[in-house]
């Protein structure tokens, strides 16, 4: 099955900074890839997506860039705010598959200092 | 405008009391599945419905039932709580309509086993 590695499980930034979440994952299959934000107390919530006929997505201040060959894809936040401090969640899953086929990572806790 | 709705948002149970869990939603999702969460770790897929169809992970203990009377309502059944199921419990919705989608995420329960 696929496993889905997320690098780091912590980053402290400063406000303004950028700030970058790695995942790898392990399922050549595997061809859609959403992050989710969990604010502390909140639930989840899907904040950008990337499918793997595209290289990079844009929105805002957030991207994320996926590498197929590599098997690995990232979420950059620029600008950051100390509203964005909260913990994400990269996954994958394979393509034509359904949400019950999706694996997540284990999460990093974005801290953003003012 | 809380659209799918877990209760309550804390659980104490004692080891072997069973004990069920909540979640409801006002999205009309034809989806709806259980993850478990333990800290620091990924949420873990434990079952789904989709409409009455009911969709086991098979790594998923006995001790874990689901029940979902109608398209607005599934509750998650522990029937024997061990101390290893102290953990959050995250209900998701999605609309079942087509593949990758969108997950909707509940606030979850925080089960406590004494």
């Known amino acids: 099955g696929e496993n889905v590695e997320q690098h780091p499980s912590t980053l402290s930034v400063q406000e303004g900074d950028s700030a970058v979440i790695k995942c790898t994952y392990s399922d050549s299959a595997s061809n859609y890839f959403p992050w989710y934000k969990q604010e502390l107390g909140k639930r989840p919530q899907l904040i950008i997506d990337?499918?793997?006929?595209?290289g990079e997505k844009k929105d805002q201040r957030i991207a994320v860039t996926l590498n197929k060959t590599a098997k690995h894809f990232s979420l950059h936040i620029t600008e950051t705010q100390p509203e964005d401090s909260a913990v994400y969640f990269c996954a994958a899953s394979p393509a034509g598959g359904s949400n019950y086929k999706l694996t997540f990572g284990k999460g990093t806790l974005l801290t953003v200092n003012p | 405008d809380a659209m799918v709705i877990q209760n309550p948002r804390y659980q104490v149970t004692q080891f072997g009391k069973p004990v069920t869990l909540s979640c409801s939603q006002t999205?009309?999702?034809?989806?709806m599945y259980w993850y478990q969460q333990k800290s620091s770790q990924a949420p873990k897929l434990l079952f789904h419905?989709?409409?009455?169809?009911?969709?086991n992970e098979a790594d998923t203990p006995d001790n874990f039932q689901s029940r979902r009377p109608n398209t607005s309502f599934c509750f998650l059944d522990i029937r024997s709580p061990g101390l290893g199921d102290a953990a959050m419990y995250l209900c998701?919705?999605?609309?079942?309509?087509?593949?990758?989608?969108?997950?909707?995420f509940g606030s979850g329960t925080q089960l406590s086993v004494l």
């Open positions: 998701a919705t999605s609309t079942g309509q087509g593949t990758n989608e969108k997950l909707f």
């Open positions: 419905y989709y409409d009455k169809d009911f969709n």
């Open positions: 990337i499918r793997s006929n595209v």
């Open positions: 999205l009309n999702h034809n989806v």
